[in-house]
């Protein structure tokens, strides 16, 4: 069974920045695509940043200069280092992932991931 918890999550003022982390245990399969994505709450959940097996990024227009995407293979561990934080980036934020290598070569932020975290809390003032 795929386990996957976030941590990192915080309140910051605008322009700081935070790092997100996902300790993922449980799978088995060396291919796969492993994501970020946000939710705030009535509006619908939002695909962030990607990640494939092979290092492969892809990033949402809203978050492309400002969010990296990063993994530690060995730690089994996914980042996502938030830096120039904006009000508009406050949510819910889930780690998420989906194994095989179907999905590792069509990985991207479009991707309905199989596997969630529980999600951790960014609030950012202005």
């Known amino acids: 069974q795929v386990q996957m918890v976030e941590s990192g999550g915080a309140s910051v003022q605008a322009g700081g920045s935070l790092r997100l982390s996902c300790a993922v245990s449980?799978?088995?399969?060396?291919?796969?695509?492993m994501a970020w994505l946000r939710q705030v709450p009535g509006k619908e959940r939002e695909g962030i940043a990607s990640?494939?097996?092979?290092?492969?990024?892809t990033y949402a227009d809203s978050v492309k200069g400002r969010f990296t995407i990063s993994q530690d293979s060995a730690k089994n561990i996914l980042d996502l280092q938030m830096n120039d934080l904006k009000p508009e980036d406050t949510a819910i934020y889930y780690c998420?992932?989906?194994?095989?290598?179907?999905?590792?070569?069509?990985?991207?932020?479009?991707?309905?991931?199989?596997?969630w975290g529980q999600g951790t809390q960014v609030t950012v003032s202005s």
């Open positions: 998420a992932a989906t194994y095989g290598r179907f999905w590792s070569i069509r990985c991207g932020i479009s991707l309905s991931p199989t596997y």
């Open positions: 449980g799978y088995t399969d060396s291919k796969y695509c």
């Open positions: 990640i494939n097996n092979d290092g492969t990024a």
